[in-house]
C-alpha cells in the first residue's frame, strides 16, 4: 500500500511536469508541479515501504541503506534549492478588449555570483478553469549576453510585443485558442 502510494505520487508529479511545458494546462501545473510535496511525500512512502517490508535481514538491510541515502540526497537538494531561490516580482496586464487573456512578466533577480543576476519570462494565460493554458514567449537573462528586458506589452487586441536590448519580437495571437504565434 505504501509503495502504491508512493508510486502514485511520482506519477502526479509527471503529470504536472508535462502540463507546466509552454502551451500546458495552467491550473494542472500549478497544483502538481510540486516537487518537494510529491517526491519528498513519495520518498516518505517508499521509504516505510523499505522498513516495514522484507523481512529477510541482508534484503531490508540493503533496502534500507539505499532508502535513508535517497532521503538525505532529496533533503539536501531541497535545502539548496531553497538557499539559491530569488527574489521574484510579477505583473500582469488584461488584453484590451478580450476577456481571459493576461500577459504575464515574472522578474527574478538571483544572489550577485556565478549564474546569478537577472532573468525575465514573459508569459500569456488564455482561458478560465480547467481548460486554461500557459505558453511562454520568451525568457530573457542569464546567457551569456545578458540581454535585459524593455518592454512586454500588448500592442493590439491579439497581439503582443516583446522588446529587449538585442531583439524584438512579435506574437500574434490564434482567435479561437489564444495561442501565441510568432510573426516573421
Known sequence: MLAATGVAAVLLYT????????GGRMLVADLLNQPELLLGSALAALIAAAWL???????????????????????????TAHKVSAAETRSREDAPAVPARTLVVV?????????????????????EGWSARRWSLAEIGGGPDGSRLVTASWTDRDQI????????????LDQDSGEPIEAR
Open 15 to 22: 503529470e504536472g511536469q508535462w502540463e507546466s511545458r509552454s
Open 107 to 127: 522578474h527574478r533577480e538571483f544572489p550577485a555570483g556565478p549564474g546569478g543576476g537577472e532573468r525575465w519570462q514573459v508569459l500569456l494565460e488564455a482561458g
Open 53 to 79: 517490508g522484507d523481512r529477510r535481514t541482508a534484503v531490508r538491510q540493503a533496502t534500507r541503506a539505499v532508502t535513508v541515502t535517497a532521503g538525505v540526497v532529496f533533503l539536501l537538494g531541497v535545502l
Open 161 to 172: 510585443t516583446v522588446v529587449t536590448d538585442s531583439y524584438r519580437r512579435v506574437f500574434n
